[in-house]
């Protein structure tokens, strides 16, 4: 089992950035599939960003060319660069964590996929 405390979120103005860090209480690096989910009041939750054992990233289109999903494997911790911000941004931040789907071929990570471990949630507010 791994916990997730996720931490980095809070207001900032159109445009602005922020980094949102994960750190997971045990190694995932190689092992689990780890991403970023976010969920806006009354709005479903939607996949973000997730980043596999290989350093392979995927986004969703809302967020692709503004944010960036790495992980610090020596730390544990996984971040979520988020950069031209704009309000429809505004949401609760979750990072989750699992292992990845088994095929023939390998295991791969989609945002797709269930993943079991999660976070509490850092809140990022976007104004206009």
């Known amino acids: 089992q791994v916990q997730l405390v996720e931490s980095g979120g809070g207001s900032v103005q159109a445009g602005g950035s922020l980094r949102l860090s994960c750190a997971a209480s045990?190694?995932?690096?190689?092992?689990?599939?780890v991403a970023w989910f976010r969920q806006a009041p009354g709005k479903e939750r939607e996949g973000v960003a997730v980043?596999?054992?290989?350093?392979?990233?995927t986004y969703a289109d809302s967020v692709k060319g503004r944010f960036t999903i790495s992980q610090d494997n020596a730390k544990n911790t996984l971040y979520l660069q988020m950069n031209s911000l704009k309000p429809e941004d505004t949401a609760m931040y979750y990072c989750?964590?699992?292992?990845?789907?088994?095929?023939?071929?390998?295991?791969?990570?989609?945002?797709?996929?269930?993943?079991?471990?999660w976070g509490q949630g850092t809140q990022v507010t976007v104004s206009s």
């Open positions: 045990s190694r995932t690096y190689g092992k689990y599939c």
């Open positions: 989750a964590a699992d292992e990845p789907v088994l095929w023939l071929s390998g295991g791969y990570c989609y945002l797709t996929q269930s993943f079991g471990y």
């Open positions: 980043i596999d054992s290989h350093g392979s990233t």
